[in-house]
């Protein structure tokens, strides 16, 4: 408990919620962080290892998240303890029984997130219905099958044309991942003119100068094949895919996979982060003084959580892809903005873009953070 309240400062958290309830072997937290903008949204992420103080620190994030994606919400998050694989039966009984024990606490919304997933947000609705990230039979709109977030970061990308020597017309593009954001991103780019000729996957990468066929390679990727069975192009391994030469570098996998140790193997333009924290600080740095953009991780990648606000809202697919095109167009414009006249990173830029939104609205407030 000491450890939370070392973390607590002028912003939060304004709740920390234990829940036990040993008849069903039910541990969890919650943190609601901040409200000031709204009702706080966040994941319940369920996993053996998790922690109370983990959970503050995501709560933090969804804080600022949700203020620079621009949403009316707070950011809160929740974690269960326990093996996400365990039988279903169990789990739904933990899901369902967390969120009985949290019916009250209206400033927090569950939605998905590591070890839950839409099914176990279906459980959430039929027991007390504050909650997103639905199966789409329940009203939910599936922001993986229809590339909410790869359509923004195509947006971040439209507008960094205007704070960097780039044309997204013959643009070379380099995708490291190519999951549901990497996929899309590189789709929706490709529709406007892109070119890609480097992509990766969790076994290796393809590479081509010429170019490769998207629609080969999704259609390939969902027969369940790797991205390295794709002809024609040169197989390379998976570290290989940060020497590509590019216009646009595009990290959609794994956090951390640019260090102070491999940051100067990039040769680039242009960095659109679509994977959560792929660029360490020092490296992103790097990337300020060699005058490569790098457009940060929770700017780029808003379109899931734009998303998910949405679906909150009752609203479907069309509102959902005509905010997040809105809200990251603008939000990108003032991050880069502010970056450019202040000389300073893109993300702090964007961060104090966000704390500047939270305390705004905390402004507003008798009581400062609810
Ligand atoms: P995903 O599981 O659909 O795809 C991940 C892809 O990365 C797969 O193709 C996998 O083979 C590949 N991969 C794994 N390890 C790799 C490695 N070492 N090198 C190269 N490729 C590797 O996941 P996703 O939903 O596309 O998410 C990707 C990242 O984006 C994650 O960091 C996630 O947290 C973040 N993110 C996702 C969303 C979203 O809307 N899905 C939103 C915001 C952030």
Known sequence: ??????????????????????????????????????????????????????CARLARAMTFKNAAADLQHGGGKAVLWGDPKMPKQQKETLIRGFCCALREVEQYIFAPDMGTDEECMGWVKDEIGRVVG???????????????TGFGLSHAVDVAQDFCDLKIEGARIVVQGFGAVGKHATKFLCEAGAIPVAISDSTGTIHNPD??????????????????????GEKL??????????????????????????????NTKLIVQGANIPITYAAEKALHQKGILNIP??????????????????????AAFTA????????????????????????????????????????????HIF
């Open 211 to 232: 170019g490769l066929d998207v629609d080969a390679l999704i259609a390939s990727k969902s027969a369940g094949k790797s991205v390295t069975e794709y002809v024609p």
């Open 324 to 367: 997040i095109e809105e809200k990251l167009r603008r939000n990108t414009r003032e991050v880069l903005q502010t970056a450019l006249q202040d000389q300073i990173l893109p993300r702090d830029a964007a961060l104090a873009m966000a704390r500047r939104r939270v305390e705004q609205a905390m402004s507003y407030r008798r009581w």
């Open 237 to 266: 391994d998976g570290d290989a895919i940060i020497d590509i030469e590019c216009d646009i570098w595009i990290p959609a996998a794994r956090p951390d996979v640019i260090h102070e140790g491999n940051v100067n193997r990039l």
């Open 1 to 54: 408990m000491n450890d939370i309240f070392k973390l607590a400062d002028d912003l939060g958290p304004l709740k920390v919620i234990h829940v036990h309830e040993p008849g069903i072997g039910l541990k969890g937290a919650l943190v609601v962080d901040n409200v000031a903008r709204g009702p706080s949204v966040g994941g319940v992420r369920m996993a053996a290892d998790v922690s109370t103080e983990e």
């Open 297 to 318: 991780d929770f700017i780029a990648n808003a379109g899931g959580v734009i998303c998910a606000a949405t679906e909150y809202q009752g609203a479907g697919e069309v």
């Open 134 to 148: 639905l199966p789409r039979e329940l009203g939910g709109i599936p922001l993986d099958e229809i590339g909410a």
